[in-house]
């Protein structure tokens, strides 16, 4: 029996590697592929960002309803570059036999990540920061993974975010202080447009780049230059902050939860603001990447991707830190896009998750529908092709799932339906919750023991089908998107 991985390594490889295929726009050249990956950071504070908005946001289109299909570093990463939900690349944690590199490497993930299937499609292919957590366990320290070009990974074990860190530099490790100009997100960047550079000798071959940041991530460790920025600035007080009543929350929660202190404000409040300064690095960089690539030429053919792992709680429903739950503020992350064909200033508000970036991908990159229809997620492109006050049929609710643990909230797994409209999670426990999002924004009342009988039945019955679905199986139900020609 061919396994799926070996089958989707196939259907790319039967493409012609210089061939030209169809992008947003009709046939072209294919397209370059930039993604800029946060790191903890909410859809809210990167939206709180002036010159993502001038630069990105009002210059192309702004997922409004994008999601975190597991909310945790390490899974979600692997959901980015596999395409499939973290129940099949197996990667649950991120760290031990079950989380990060381990499973990842044991699963043959190495080979059949983006990186080898975007350069079996004729692309170099770049990836700069963090890989997976944990990396390299179980591997000498200076391994190279196939399938990149340029792989500039920051060795997870050794890292002490954007000021201290070992590079794996293509098989040679080298360790960086920002006390000493090795400030991560710089000098990370630099390395960036320095591949960027150096693809223009063959100005033919596109190019895809992954720049995986360690901003936000908590403790956030801005740049000397931006520690005075943001003075006084404190974290929103959402009315689900500090939530008074939690009998309707699962227990888990009810028993651990209590009222936030005056020093966990002050401690959240310090957190937000260094939060925000580190993105500040990350706009320096998104300028400088757009600057280049108007200097190479490259602007007018390449998509500029900027999204998150996972989002970040900060007091709501009494979690004073942490992401894992199924809340909109651990789960909802960003999703900005500009490209050719993209408009500008466009707002989407369909329902996407980090398992349909790979997809995406491997279309923009011209892959055949047959390796494209093997990822769990579907292609955004069709969505990239719309017009301002266009619409299309697309899915109505995403799988959320997670696989247990987090702190101070220690939840024994869940899975769960998010849409545009409502919440609905299953938890192991056999608990339930259900929020009606349209009355209901800041997930504060469970209305899972008041669904009528119908309505529960639908809902337990979709879980059902996607917490187990491969591939083709997890899209069914969703509608097919009206612009979509596959």
């Known amino acids: 029996m061919v396994s799926h991985g070996l089958r989707w390594t196939l259907a790319l490889l039967s493409l012609p590697v210089m061939a030209q295929a169809p992008g947003p726009t009709g046939p072209t050249v294919r397209p370059n592929i930039v993604v800029v990956l946060l790191d903890d950071a909410d859809a809210e504070i990167t939206e709180s960002m002036p010159r993502l908005r001038s630069m990105l946001v009002e210059q192309g289109a702004r997922f409004t309803a994008n999601i975190a ?3 945790l570093c390490g899974p979600a990463r692997a959901v980015i570059l596999s395409g499939e939900y973290a129940h099949n690349n197996k990667v649950y944690y991120n760290n031990g036999p079950e989380g990060g590199y381990a499973p990842w490497a044991r699963g043959g993930y190495d080979r059949k990540n983006l990186g080898p299937r975007l350069q079996a499609l004729g692309y170099r292919t770049g990836l700069f920061g963090k890989y997976m957590n944990d990396f390299p366990t179980g591997e000498k320290e200076t391994f190279v993974p196939g399938g990149w070009t340029d792989f500039q990974a920051v060795m997870s074990d050794r890292e002490a975010r954007n ?86 929350k699962p227990k888990a929660l009810r028993e651990q939860a209590t009222p936030i202190t005056r020093q966990q404000e002050i401690e959240i409040d310090e957190t937000y603001r260094a939060m925000r300064q580190s993105l500040l690095a ?43 739950a199924p809340y909109d503020e651990s789960i909802r992350v960003p999703l900005i896009v500009r490209g050719p064909g993209v408009a500008a200033g466009l707002s989407l508000d369909p329902m996407v998750g980090l398992v349909d970036l790979a997809p995406t991908f491997l279309d923009l990159a011209g892959a055949p529908a047959s390796a494209i229809a093997l990822a769990d997620g579907r292609s955004l492109v069709p ?84 917490k187990d679905c491969r591939g083709r199986a997890c899209r069914l139900g969703e509608g097919t998107a009206s612009t979509e020609a596959r």
């Open 163 to 248: 000021n201290r860190f070992t590079l794996n530099e293509n098989g040679a490790l080298k360790p960086y202080d920002a006390a000493t100009g090795g400030y991560q997100t710089d000098l990370l960047s630099g390395r960036v447009l320095s591949f960027i550079r150096e693809s223009e000798k063959n100005d033919d071959q596109p190019f895809f780049a992954l720049l995986s940041v360690s901003a936000p991530h908590v403790p956030p460790k801005p740049a000397a230059r931006h520690l005075a920025a943001f003075p006084g600035e404190k974290a929103p007080r959402k009315p689900s902050f500090d939530e008074a009543d939690l009998s309707d």
């Open 383 to 466: 969505l990239l092709r719309l017009k301002q006050g266009e619409r299309a049929v697309w899915r109505e609710s995403m799988l959320i799932e997670h696989f247990g643990g987090g702190a101070p909230f220690r939840v024994r797994g869940y899975f769960g339906l998010r849409s545009k409209d409502a919440a609905y999670i299953e938890y192991a426990t056999g608990e339930k919750e259900y929020y009606d999002l349209a009355k209901d924004p800041y997930q504060m009342e469970n209305a899972a023991a008041r669904l009528d009988a119908p309505t529960l039945a639908r809902l337990r019955a979709r879980v059902s089908a996607l």
């Open 69 to 71: 299909n597991t909310p």
């Open 282 to 324: 990350v706009e320096d960089s998104i300028e400088a990447l757009l600057k280049t690539l108007t200097e190479t030429g490259e602007i007018s053919r390449t998509y500029v991707f900027l999204t998150s792992d996972n989002g970040w709680m900060r007091g709501e429903h009494r979690i004073p830190a942490e992401k894992y």
